[in-house]
């Protein structure tokens, strides 16, 4: 949630940085402002004049001017009084919640050093990384047809379960789901990240606070007689582990890990990626997330691309890193980096991670601070979060990059004591 005092104190330079990435318009937020802050003024004279009254009042009955007139006078007034703070509560109530929930729409700024861009054409790309590794030979089956053809991957038999947009993972292939799993989970706790397993559900707060409410209700699964959501990635559950808490700075930085299976309805992709791994309505992923001081935020997001980066180095697989322009910034990030890993069969990078930086844009949804030793006050965390990896996009750049001419797929060194087995 993006700072309401500094919006009222710079709201020029805020329209700006929010017209970087697309068309919002603020006015309604700082009018509904204004009324607030007019009816907190009013609210205010009328709570002091009720005291003021009720003094007057007392004084004057313990002087012994009980039948006094003015007293009468000023017991009316203070009636009058009450009677307008009485009709003044549910007006200021309703348009907190408004502003509120206007607030809850609007996205966090971008990073001052976030490219300037309309959308994912105008991505900058950083580096690329593993060429040494891409397929030499041309004859590559999209991950789906190998994946059928060495019977480890079903989706026809899914659709029977559920419906399209799902997966069954069978011997092999979800041997080798369970094997990554375990490796990057095993490497990332080696990198100093504390793994966590949380509910896979999570109730509306929980979801407010990271903002995939409401922005992304119709993304989410519901459970209709409960306030509960299928979680659409780790990122929510482990944001409101400090939920509504004041951590020491001693503390930071907090840096999770966590393997969750993650659940999203896909409703604005019809049409797109209908056959494979890489656009299901339920997909494993392993998250990295971190809560950090705002003097080692950025340093805090280089080492998290580099912790997602050192998984597909250590698979070799072929990848690049994109830095996001702010037209295609997520709904809480300020910067982002995409890792794209390489398909062949498509001969396109796909992503298969993105690291973001929120800066204090989660931890004021969802009242995240610390406390300094020696400091008066407290301030907001910043939070940071990314894949490492998303497992099922993992698996189908192994079943292509590792796809062999005579139909095999061979299994990544780093894999093969996981799996058990050299060759699938």
């Not at 009450?82 to 200021?92: H, I, N, R, V």
């Not at 973001?356 to 407290?378: H, L, M, P, V, Y």
Request: with cysteine; charged share 25%; hydrophobic share 35%.
């Amino acid at each position: 949630m993006i700072d309401l005092k500094q919006l009222r104190e710079n709201p020029q330079q805020f329209q700006a940085q929010l017209g970087l990435r697309g068309k919002y318009d603020l006015q309604p937020i700082l009018d509904l402002d204004q009324q607030q802050r007019q009816l907190e003024v009013t609210r205010s004279q009328l709570q002091a004049r009720s005291n003021e009254i009720g003094k007057l009042v007392g004084q004057k009955m313990k002087a012994g001017g009980k039948d006094d007139p003015e007293v009468q006078t000023w017991r009316e007034e203070g009636n009058q009084v009450k009677a307008q703070l009485s009709e003044l509560e549910p007006q200021e109530k309703e348009i907190k919640e408004q502003l509120r929930a206007l607030l809850l729409t609007i996205p966090n700024l971008p990073s001052e050093t976030t490219p300037v861009g309309k959308d994912e054409a105008e991505n900058v790309e950083i580096k690329r990384w593993g060429d040494e590794y891409l397929p030499t030979h041309t004859e590559i089956l999209p991950h789906w047809e190998i994946g059928e053809k060495l019977g480890i991957l079903n989706f026809e038999r899914s659709v029977k379960i559920a419906q399209s947009r799902f997966v069954t993972l069978i011997g092999a292939g979800a041997a080798l789901e369970r094997a990554l799993i375990r490796f990057m989970l095993d490497r990332q706790t080696a990198a100093g990240y504390t793994e966590v397993s949380p509910p896979f559900l999570a109730n509306t707060a929980s979801l407010t606070a990271s903002g995939q409410l409401p922005k992304f209700a119709e993304e989410s699964f519901r459970c209709k007689d409960d306030d509960l959501w299928l979680i659409p990635t780790a990122e929510v559950a482990i944001n409101s582990l400090h939920r509504e808490e004041i951590l020491s700075a001693e503390e930071l930085p907090l840096r999770y890990c966590a393997y969750t299976p993650c659940f999203r309805r896909e409703a604005g992709s019809y049409g797109r990626d209908t056959r494979g791994l890489i656009r299901l309505h339920q997909f494993d992923k392993v998250e990295l997330f971190k809560f950090v001081h705002p003097d080692t935020s950025e340093q805090e997001h280089q080492t998290l691309l580099q912790d997602a980066e050192a998984i597909l180095q250590a698979l070799q697989l072929p990848y690049r890193v994109i830095e996001l322009c702010t037209g295609d910034l997520g709904f809480s990030a300020t910067k982002t980096y995409d890792l794209e890993v390489w398909l062949p069969s498509a001969e396109k990078y796909r992503e298969i991670s993105s690291c973001s930086n929120c800066r204090e844009f989660q931890a004021r949804r969802g009242d995240i601070r610390f406390k300094e030793a020696g400091k008066k006050g407290t301030q907001f965390v910043h939070t940071l979060n990314g894949s490492g990896l998303a497992v099922g996009r993992t698996m189908a750049a192994i079943l292509e990059n590792y796809q062999q001419p005579d139909g095999t797929v061979k299994v990544p060194e780093a894999l093969q004591d996981y799996l058990g087995r050299e060759v699938l």
